[in-house]
């Protein structure tokens, strides 16, 4: 059976190679990173988002998105609404919670992979901003 391609989002914000943050990150859209964060990584809860981890991207700290396509480092907790997509080099150490989850081959997650359910009718998305991200300090 011959399955559709996931069409690559949009992607509003780029982080580049020699770049590093320190500090809470909260984006909205689509994020690519090539640099590293060392803190937590999270979208804004009426905002959809993608994030994108090259090959030489890392997170030190939790990620809670909408998508995420990895293909770097997380070193943290990942909590993701829908899509997780774990490339050949992607290094995970801690918990990943998903919906739906792609795995290739070389792909290695330290930590437990838990799926979770659709959340019921006023159940709290996965990917709701940490509660040590002020929104308003930004």
Do not use: C, W
Not at 14 to 26: E, L, P
Not at 60 to 78: P, Q, R, S
Not at 126 to 133: K, S
């Amino acid at each position: 059976m011959r399955r559709k391609k996931q069409k690559t989002p949009k992607v509003s914000t780029v982080i580049g190679q020699d770049t590093v943050i320190t500090g809470d990150v909260m984006f909205a859209g689509g994020l690519h990173l090539d640099g590293e964060i060392h803190g937590n990584l999270a979208t804004s809860p009426q905002a959809t988002s993608t994030l994108i981890v090259s090959e030489k991207g890392r997170v030190e700290g939790d990620v809670h998105v909408d998508t995420l396509i990895l293909n770097g480092t997380i070193v943290g907790d990942v909590y993701v609404n829908e899509r997780v997509e774990l490339a050949a080099q992607a290094r995970v150490s801690g918990t990943v919670r998903y919906r739906m989850l792609e795995m290739a081959m070389g792909a290695e997650v330290n930590g437990q992979l838990v799926r979770v359910d659709e959340p019921d009718g006023g159940a709290t998305p996965l990917a709701t901003t940490p509660t040590d991200v002020d929104p308003e300090a930004a």
